[in-house]
Each structure stands twice: as C-alpha cells, then as structure tokens.
C-alpha cells in the first residue's frame, strides 16, 4: 500500500481543517516545498496537493505552490481544488501534476468531466469522492448530495477512471481512525478499484488496517503534522 502525504494550501501555506471547516484551520508550515521535500527525504514517492483556496473559489488558485513543488522534487503529484474549466486542468498539468483531481465537477458536471477523461486520458485523473453517510458531499464538503458513493464510482470506472480517493468528511482531519468499513464494503463491490482511503487516518495501525482490507493507498496529513506518526515510520512501512 502506498502512503500519500497530504499538503493542504490557504494563501500559499500549507494548514489543516477540522471536518472541512475553514474557521477551523490550523497553519503548518509557511513554505510548503519545505514540507514536500521532508516527504520526499522519508522515501514517499507521491505527494496530495490541495488548493483549498481554489475549492473555496471554484478556480485553481494556488499554481505557483505546485510549480514550486513539481519543480524542485520528483514527487508523482496530484493536484486538486477548483478544477472546474478546461483551462484549469491545463493550468494543473502544465505546472507539472502528474494527476489532476477531479471531485465535485464531476458530480455537477458529468458531461465536461467525460470530455476531459477522452481529451487528456482517464489514467491523469484522481477521482475524489468525500462522503457522508454514503452519500457524496461537494462544494469543500459544504454540500450533501442524494447521490450513493456505489453509483457514483460505477458511473465513472465505466468511463475509465481507475484511481479514487474517497474521504469520509465526519472523520477528516479528527485523527479518531478512518472509515475501515466503508472501504471494505466499496472494495467489496469494486474489487479492481485503486483505492486510496483518506481521511481519519492516526496511528500506524490504521495504515495496517487498510492495507489489510485491500487499500490501494491511504493519504495521510493531519497524524504527520501533529506527531502521530512519524516519516522514519511511514519510511519502513513503505519498504
């Protein structure tokens, strides 16, 4: 199983919410290429890049903190957070993301989203599901929708897709254990799905957790920056 350090941008900084919470934010780090090659000296290979100003304005936001990222590691990134028109994702693949992450355009935008997977091929992008109660949340989690994560995830394996991140928002950035159940349950009925489990994770025996269960990758962000776990663990557990 492959460990995903997350790294999350407000204002070129990289921070962490509660439930995805923007008054709940908590700032890491002023330089996040810091952070990224920290990541990359433990032996990580990938690296989760989010623009939570981008998800808060529906347009990418902070390119230049990827740039600086793709440029000067060789971390395989996937970048997300306002990804909404074709520009954006040129703008993503362009500042050197290996994947662009795709999540409420493609619950709101299905048309535009299949484009893209023809135009660009579906293996350059991360699918993203974040969940409550099974059913999926957009909008930064501001949203609930009526949709089941089972259809969702049908609907876009059958358009390609094969990589998806799936978030259970009652349980990110809380470090009280991810959604072992919901995983279980989605590889149950997917079982060829890249599964990345985000969300929950706090101690290295979630990670043995999921990896038990089949997950493909977990992402882990919060547990690194509050001492939880650390990279000299993550490291061996990667071997």
Known sequence: ?????????????????????????????????????????????????????????????????????????KLVIDFGGGIKKEEDVKIVFNSGAALATVGSLA??????????????????????????????????WLEKTDIWIYDFIQKYIEHGVKQLFCTDVSKDGKLEGPSVELYKTILQKFPGLYLIASGGVSSMKDLEDLQKIGCRGAIVGKAIYEGRISLTELKNFSK
């Open 107 to 140: 619950v709101k935008n299905e048309l535009e989203f299949v484009k893209w997977l023809f135009q660009f091929g579906a293996d350059k992008f991360l699918l993203g599901a974040d969940v409550k109660e099974e059913k999926i949340a957009i909008a930064g």
């Open 1 to 73: 199983m492959e460990i995903i350090p997350a790294i999350d941008i407000i204002d070129g900084k990289c921070v962490r919410l509660t439930e995805g919470d923007y008054t709940q934010k908590k700032i890491y780090n002023e330089h996040p290429l810091e952070v990224a090659k920290e990541f990359e000296d433990a032996g990580m290979r990938r690296l989760h890049l989010v623009d939570l100003d981008g998800a808060k304005a529906g347009a990418v936001k902070n390119w230049k903190v990827l740039e600086a990222i793709a440029g000067k590691t």
